[in-house]
């Protein structure tokens, strides 16, 4: 181990150099007619930005009905990532990244745009030209050339700050002490069995003088069940889950994300039951046909196949899988999550703030005399 760390730190060293030279070099963009809220984290790996952005989006839609929407993606492994692309539906996650199709999915009516030159994408795919624009930059924290108007970081609460160390001896994207740029900080994932966590991380920011308006969240999960001939989904009641599966009555697991550990147990704590077999893939897996339609070997009707939203817009294009889910007359559930945020009437009303301050600053509303 120690050998270990001697060989790797003065390559953290280096990735913290090459990290400040590359982020100095950067210029600053201000897209025009926008409120502008980023969503990131300085971890490697899922610390639940795709629900938090829904979140967000779920909020606006409320509070501000007349605002337009837009979600700005890099689009990670998409294909059309380097060039840049608008989304007209979710149905084509290899084209458009998986996240980026699961929240065009979900919210139809929001403009979701990737692109690696995510300036370049806006300028050319925009089409709002009213003022009442938020535009949401998903996994922003590290993307500073477009300015924004408020910065939400996100931390694990199972592992905030990784090891300590950046990569590649850890998991940090950047030194934490650089949390500091950040408007707004946010523990995800808590749980009551990790509660004590949360106070131990709130205690390092206060050592670092991170001094933060900060709050916890935890995932809120639903099952839904999907209509293999129309793709609709429909909520599963809770009381008609599984209390006590046989061991001849079973769910099967598979899933491509981050932390996949965390699907299992939200899927253990939704469905009721620890009857759940598993099979879990690399992040933004991309479920080749021969590999999914391997998953129904030896498995019949009694198995109910269960997956999460981000890997359905992937799975729900592989037609010869679903055809073989049918003739087996199988069943499949999609995990929903959604944040709830511990003291939300707080967040909420500083979102509200940053409206009424960017309406006043742009002429939307009249300046108070």
Do not use: C
Request: no cysteine; glycine share 6%.
């Amino acid at each position: 181990m120690k050998v270990f760390f001697t060989l790797f730190l003065p390559l953290t060293w280096l990735y913290q150099f090459l990290f400040w030279l590359s982020q100095g070099r950067k210029k600053t963009t201000v897209l025009p007619n926008t409120l502008v809220i980023s969503v990131g984290n300085i971890t490697v790996g899922g610390t639940g930005k795709t629900p938090f952005v829904q979140y967000l989006v779920q909020y606006f839609q409320k509070a501000n009905k007349g605002y337009a929407i837009t979600i700005l993606s890099r689009g990670y492994k998409a294909k059309l990532s380097k060039e840049g692309a608008i989304l007209t539906d979710g149905h084509s996650p290899n084209l458009f990244g998986d996240e980026p199709s699961e929240h065009k999915e979900r919210f139809p009516g929001v403009q979701v745009m990737i692109g690696q030159n995510r300036i370049g994408s806006f300028f050319k795919y925009n089409q709002i030209q009213s003022k009442q624009h938020i535009v949401i930059l998903d996994d922003g924290f590290q993307h500073n050339q477009i300015h924004r108007d408020f910065d939400i970081v996100l931390l694990d609460n199972n592992a905030p700050f990784g090891n300590g160390f950046t990569i590649p001896l850890g998991y940090l994207r950047e030194p934490i002490s650089h949390v500091k740029r950040a408007n707004v900080i946010v523990f995800t994932k808590i749980t009551e069995t990790n509660q004590k966590e949360f106070e131990k991380g709130k205690g390092t920011l206060d050592q670092l003088g991170i001094q933060l308006p900060t709050f916890g969240s935890s995932f809120q999960a639903d099952a839904y069940e999907i209509n293999l001939d129309t793709f609709e989904q429909s909520l599963v009641p809770k009381n008609s889950l599984m209390q006590e599966a046989s061991p001849s009555d079973s769910y099967f697991l598979f899933t491509g994300v981050g932390n996949p550990n965390h699907v299992l147990e939200t899927t253990i704590s939704t469905l009721n039951t620890n009857q759940i077999q598993s099979r879990f893939f690399p992040d933004h897996y991309e479920f080749e046909e021969t590999v999914l339609l391997s998953l129904l070997d030896g498995k019949d009707e009694k198995t109910i196949f269960v997956t999460t939203e981000k890997d359905w817009v992937k799975v729900r294009t592989q037609i010869k899988f679903i055809e073989e889910m049918k003739r087996k007359k199988m069943q499949l559930f999609v995990i929903r999550v959604d944040v709830v945020l511990h003291e939300q009437s707080v967040f909420e009303s500083m979102l509200a703030h940053l409206v009424s301050t960017y309406e006043v600053k742009n002429g939307l509303v009249s300046k108070p005399s």
